[in-house]
């Protein structure tokens, strides 16, 4: 499987901006799919994710209520909303595909994407 996410950008805090993760192969819908990120100096962390059929998400505290995960297995993309954004939310965001929510939510996964760049300015 491979994952390219696309999307990130400069903004203001306050704003929105939406990452895609386009993926490959034919078995799309049968991975969890996650978002995590990487801020300068900080480690990893998980951001959301989503089941197989998309009926089922999971967010971090940080970010409950701002974002959104959502899938579309026709296109083999999943996407992060993100909404009224803060400077905190800086960092390098990476997709992720896993056959188990488990591996997401414990920070792993089988799969990761290169990351797009996120940067909110105050």
């Known amino acids: 499987v491979q994952l390219q996410a696309s999307g990130g950008g400069l903004v203001q805090a306050g704003g929105s901006l939406r990452l895609s993760c386009a993926t490959s192969?034919?078995?799309?819908?049968?991975?969890?799919m996650g978002w995590f990120r990487q801020a300068p100096g900080k480690e990893r962390e998980f951001v959301a994710a989503i089941s197989g059929s998309g009926g089922s998400a999971y967010y971090a505290d940080s970010v409950k209520g701002r974002f959104t995960i959502s899938r579309d297995n026709a296109k083999n993309t999943v996407y992060l909303q993100m909404n009224s954004l803060k400077p905190e939310d800086t960092a390098v965001y990476y997709c992720?595909?896993?056959?188990?929510?488990?591996?997401?939510?414990?920070?792993?996964?089988?799969?990761w994407g290169q990351g797009t760049l996120v940067t909110v300015s105050s």
């Open positions: 192969g034919r078995t799309f819908s049968s991975y969890y």
């Open positions: 992720a595909a896993a056959k188990t929510f488990g591996t997401l939510v414990r920070g792993t996964s089988d799969y």
